[in-house]
C-alpha cells in the first residue's frame, strides 16, 4: 500500500490545484483497509494493491501508458474493487480520455456505495471533470458528497462554486487591500 507521501504527491501531481497533502478520507485508511481485507482474499488483495502501486510510479513517472496497463490488470484480478478505478479515472484524464475517466469513476463510486475513501476521491476526481466542462450543478453535487466524506479540497471548491461567497472574499480582499495601503487604490 502507498504511504501518505505517496499519496500526497500523486494527488499534487492529478490535481495541482490541491494543497500539497490534501489525501480526501486519510483518516478512513484503517477502516477501509479493514472492510477491504473482509471482502478480498488477502493474497489477491496484496498483489492488487502492489499492481496499483507500480501504476501509481509508472503515473508518477511519467508514463501513462503502463499506469494504465497496471490499474487495467488490477481491475482485471478484483473487477468489484473500487480503488483501481479511480486510479485509472486519473490516468484516463491525463491522457485525454475523459469519457473514460468519467465511466471509471462513476464505476467506482457504485462499487464503494458512496462511503469510501476511493468514493471521495472518486466524487473530487468527476467534481472537477464537471467543472472543466462547466456543469457546475453536477460539479456542486460531487463536491458535496465528497466534502461530507471528509475532503478539505470539496469545501474549497463548494466555497468557489458559491457565488456569495465569491462576492464577500472579493469584497474582503479589497477591504484588507485598503487597509494595508490607506492612500492607494485598494489593491495592492
Known amino acids: 500500500m502507498a ?3 505517496d499519496r500526497a504527491v500523486l494527488q499534487t501531481i492529478f490535481n495541482p490545484s490541491t494543497p500539497f497533502g490534501d489525501i480526501p478520507g486519510l483518516d478512513e485508511e484503517e477502516e477501509d483497509a479493514q472492510e477491504e481485507g473482509e471482502a478480498f482474499a488477502s493474497e489477491l488483495l496484496e498483489q492488487v494493491r502492489d499492481l496499483e502501486l507500480q501504476g501509481v510510479s509508472a503515473a508518477e513517472s511519467g508514463d501513462v501508458s503502463a499506469a ?3 490499474f487495467g490488470e488490477a481491475i482485471r484480478l478484483l473487477p468489484e474493487r473500487a480503488s483501481a478505478y479511480n486510479n485509472r479515472a486519473q490516468a484516463l484524464r491525463l491522457q485525454g480520455n475523459v469519457a473514460g475517466a468519467l465511466q471509471d469513476l462513476d464505476t467506482a463510486i457504485r462499487l464503494s456505495r458512496g ?3 476511493a468514493a471521495c476521491q472518486s466524487f473530487v476526481q468527476r467534481g472537477l ?3 472543466l466542462q462547466a456543469r457546475e450543478e453536477d460539479a456542486r453535487r460531487d463536491f458535496e ?3 461530507r466524506l471528509g475532503s478539505a ?6 466555497v468557489l462554486l458559491n ?3 465569491a462576492l464577500c472574499n472579493q469584497m474582503l480582499c479589497e477591504m484588507l487591500g485598503r487597509l494595508r495601503n490607506p492612500g492607494g487604490t485598494g489593491s495592492e
Request: aromatic share 8%.
Open 163 to 165: 457565488p456569495y461567497s
Open 145 to 147: 458528497r465528497a466534502a
Open 3 to 5: 504511504t501518505a507521501n
Open 115 to 117: 462511503r469510501s475513501r
Open 129 to 131: 471533470i464537471h467543472r
Open 153 to 158: 479540497f470539496a469545501r474549497q471548491q463548494l
Open 68 to 70: 494504465l496497463e497496471r
